[in-house]
Nanobody
Framework: VQLQASGGGLVQTGDSLKLSCTAS????????MGWFRQTPGNERDIVAA????????YYDESVKGRFTISRDNAKNTVHLQMRSLKPEDSAVYYC???????????????????WGQGTLVTVSS
């Protein structure tokens, strides 16, 4: 599966932004999906993940209550709705697909086999 992330941009503190991840080739339905983010000099960290069936989600503590991950298998798309954005949310955001077909969202970088190209989110103070 080939993934395309979009929706990043420059926003102000407190604003909202919705990221989308679409499969340009293949389908997301067989995969657990996740969003990661990375800042210069740091590792790529999990932000949110959603299970294969969509029934279970995971959020990093830093975004819990502000971000929502969702998937629409019919549209071959995963979204990350981000609210109450903070400067520390600024990063390149990556969507990824993990080849697991169970109830558990996947939260480890090594579990993901397919990655999108990243979309930059900048939150100004």
């Amino acid at each position: 599966v080939q993934l395309q992330a979009s929706g990043g941009g420059l926003v102000q503190t407190g604003d909202s932004l919705k990221l989308s991840c679409t499969a340009s080739e293949g389908h997301i339905s067989p995969y657990s999906m996740g969003w990661f983010r990375q800042t210069p000099g740091n590792e790529r960290d999990i932000v949110a993940a959603i299970s294969w069936g969509g029934g279970y989600t995971y959020y990093d503590e830093s975004v819990k209550g502000r971000f929502t991950i969702s998937r629409d298998n019919a549209k071959n798309t995963v979204h990350l709705q981000m609210r109450s954005l903070k400067p520390e949310d600024s990063a390149v955001y990556y969507c990824a697909a993990a080849n697991y077909h169970d109830y558990a969202p996947r939260i480890f970088h090594g579990e993901y086999a397919h990655w999108g190209q990243g979309t930059l989110v900048t939150v100004s103070s």
